[in-house]
Structure formats: structure tokens, C-alpha cells
């Protein structure tokens, strides 16, 4: 037996996994991206998150950004009492907003001024000396600055420069300002998320930042495959993501559906317009009726999934609800106006119970099923917690921060979590010392001339 297949057989696969990925691990592992150095002169959090996820991946990830004030992000309100999250040094009274926290792990801090001749020199020593960079301004303002692409690629002609902007480079739209909501709006994606009109509803917003957290993913590959082009050529490449698009991206089928029948994919609230039942429902009880949260105080909910013939059975037996017997195929379920008898009566039977009572049956019954759960309920919970998913990290500046961490374990290179964020300028000293051979006097001067 060849020694794998006896491996394979000795131990189970949650045991090889368990030892495989234990957090526990993680800091006596190296890391896939040490060695790569990487310029994120990035706001709010499309650009950051793209810089973020390479810094987990242990990247040395150097966040560049306005002198004292930083980037507009960390005045985002609120949750940005000093107490909690100190701005800088130079604004003692102000904080960070908690907005900033999720997209900055791992970085480094310092702070330039683009404006200023002497910052344009620093930037241009810091590109020579790296292997990435990441900015999200509009079209051209680091052009205009003197440390866009085709001038840093000149100090560093194996420079990889990643630009993430709203509409692109080049075409008419190119020049308005863009954010996550913005670029949802346009891609398209709010015209499918909400209730339909005939349940009274809008379209609706999602409330995390998804657009950028994916944009930001979407060009962390996109560099990963620059570096691999670079290994064969040696190379530099220059990206442009745009958020507009990468929206666009996530749509599915409904562009080929209406290229192809010209019909508008509409608006399915919490239902699918494809599987059915797989969809949420209202349960009448709150789990928490006495908690002080509100939220926790209205009726729960908790996502069914039976489109299956032989589990939407199961669930018909467990409802008891005969009347949707009738429904036993899933062209017949999937229709709009059987969605809504199904989803109906299901309520209906969910209206005395609780999500748990609910989930209980269904676990009983074999049925998939989710309650939804709130941040609490995510923190709190054991299986999640003991993955290491979500913890209370030793931040060095900030103290104890719970936070969750990198969602894709490598077993060899895990990422990994070193700190929430820093202050402004927290690491100018070392930075400018180490790369561009800034002496303490000459950095004294730099700071008091407002260029860093
Ligand atoms: C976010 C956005 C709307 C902000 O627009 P904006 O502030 O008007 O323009 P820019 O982003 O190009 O920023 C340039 C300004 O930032 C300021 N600035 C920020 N950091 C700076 C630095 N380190 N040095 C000098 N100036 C700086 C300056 O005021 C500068 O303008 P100026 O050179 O005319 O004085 C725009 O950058 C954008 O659409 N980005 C692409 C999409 C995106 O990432 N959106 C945010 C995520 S949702």
C-alpha cells in the first residue's frame, strides 16, 4: 500500500484537517507573499481590501496616505471615539471609525503628501524598491501627481500597478466619482436585490460593502497572475479594475437572459427565482423576546432549502400542510404564483414558533435549513470560534479586537492576522529609514514642512 493510501486509511479527514489547519499553528508556518512588498495608497475600502488580502498572505503591505488626517475612511462615523481607535498622533482627539478596521489588517502606516516635489521623489525611491502597487483615485490623478504607471515603471520597469477605479480608463463615463452603492447601482445589481412591486417592495441595498470587499478580492488574483507573468518574463503589468463592471460581473444570468429572450430579470426578495422552496421565512416568535437589542425582539427568520422532489415532500409532511401536495414537481413549485401559496403557508405554520423551533423540525425532518443570525450570534458561536474564524486578537495598538479572520486556509502558508490597523504615520521612523535611507533629522524636517 503505498504510504498516502495508508495515511488516507489511519486517519479521518476532519482529524486531518484539525491538524492540518489548526489556528493554533499558524505563526510557527511561513507565509506565502513574504518577500513581497506592496505600496497601497488606497481609500475607503475598495482599494484597501485588495492591499488587505495580500498583507494576509503575508505580504509587506505599506498603506500611504494624506499627512495627520489619513484617508477619508477612518473619519467615517460612527464608532470613531479616540478612545477606541486613535487617529494619529498629530489629531489626538479624533479616532478611526470601525469602517476602516476590516480592510487594513497587517499594514503599515505612513503618510506623504503627492502634492509635494520631495513626496513625488520619496514615492518614486519606495516604487523602486517594491513589487506592487495599489491605488484607487479617480482616472489620472496619479499621473497628474507624477507617480502613475508609465513613470514608476520607468524607476521599476517590473512594477505591478493596480488601478481600481469607477468606470475605467477610458470611455465617456470615465470621470465621475464612484463608490461601492454607486457602482451597484450601475452594475446592476440593485436591480435584482429587494421585493417585487407586488409585495410593496423597492430595490434594496445591501448593507456590507460587497462590491468592494469583492472588487478589492478580484484584483488581489489579478496581481497574484501579474506575478506569475512577471516569474516567466520579467515583466510589470498595469490593471484596471473597474467597480462598475466587477458589479456588472456578479449578475449571472441575467444579461445572457435578456440578450438571448429579452426578458428583465426581476426583483425576487428573499425567494429564488430558480429553486424552490430556497428561501427565507418570517417565524412568528423572537428567539430573545426580553433582550435589550430590538432587533432580537421582532420575529426571527431562517432559510429553508427543499427544492428537491423527495425533501419538499419531507417538508410538507413536517408543516402539514396537505395543500401543498399539489406542488410535487419543481416546475410546478418554481412558478411566481405557487413561490408565493408555498412561502405563504409556510409562514403560516412558522407563525407560533421561534427560528430554533423551526430549525428543530427541519433538523428532525433531515431538512437543510438556517436560522439567520445576527453579529451576536456569529460571534458567539463555538464551531466558528474554535476554527479561529473569529476571535479576540492581542492588537499591539489597539488591545483586544475581535475580529474575524482570513477565510481560506492554505496548510503549508496560512494567512494570518498580525494586527487591526495603525495610527497615521505610525511607521514613517522605520519605513523611510529603512527604504529610502531617511535620516531622524531629515524626517523632522519632512514632518514639519507638511510633506509626511
Ligand atoms: C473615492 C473618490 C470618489 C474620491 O474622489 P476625489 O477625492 O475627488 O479624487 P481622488 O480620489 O482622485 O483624490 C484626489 C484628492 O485626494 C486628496 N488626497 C488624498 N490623499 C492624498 C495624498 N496622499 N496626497 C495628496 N493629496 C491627497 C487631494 O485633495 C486630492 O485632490 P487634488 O490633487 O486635486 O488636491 C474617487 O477616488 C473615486 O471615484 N475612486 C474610484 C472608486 C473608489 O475606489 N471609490 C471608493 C471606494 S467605494
Known sequence: MAVAEKEVRQQSFEEFCRETFDPKTVFDKPEALKGLRVLSVTQYILGPSCANYLGELGAEVIKIELPRRGEPMRHTTPWNEPGLYPLSRWIPEKGTGFGSVGANYNKYCISMDFHRPEAQELMKKLAAKSDVIVENYRPGTFDRWGVGYRQLSQVNPRLIYAWLGGFGGFGPGRFRASYDILGQAQGGVFGITGQPPEMGGTPAKHTIWLADYWGGMMTAQAILAALLYREKTGKGTMIEYSQVHGATRLLEYSLPLYGRQGVVRQRWGNWDTQLCVHGIIQCGKSSYPDS????????????????????????????????????????????????????????????????????????DAGIINQPVWNAKEVAEHPHWRMRGAIDWRDDPTYGDVM??????????????????????????????????????????????????
Open 292 to 363: 435589550p437589542n430590538p432587533q432580537e425582539n421582532e420575529q426571527g427568520y431562517i432559510l429553508i432549502t427543499a427544492y428537491k422532489d423527495a425533501d419538499y415532500a419531507k417538508l410538507v409532511k413536517v408543516t402539514g400542510a396537505k395543500e401543498l401536495a399539489k406542488f410535487g414537481t419543481h416546475d410546478e413549485r418554481v412558478k411566481p404564483e405557487n413561490q408565493m401559496e408555498i412561502y405563504n403557508a409556510l409562514e403560516k405554520w412558522a407563525k407560533d414558533k421561534t427560528k430554533e423551533d423551526v430549525a428543530k423540525l427541519c433538523d
Open 403 to 452: 475580529a474575524q479572520g482570513p477565510a481560506a486556509k492554505l496548510s503549508d502558508t496560512p494567512a494570518r492576522f498580525k494586527w487591526v490597523y495603525k495610527p497615521v504615520g505610525a511607521d514613517n521612523e522605520y519605513v523611510y529609514g529603512k527604504l529610502c535611507g531617511a535620516t531622524p533629522s531629515e524626517l523632522q524636517k519632512l514632518e514639519a514642512d507638511g510633506v509626511i
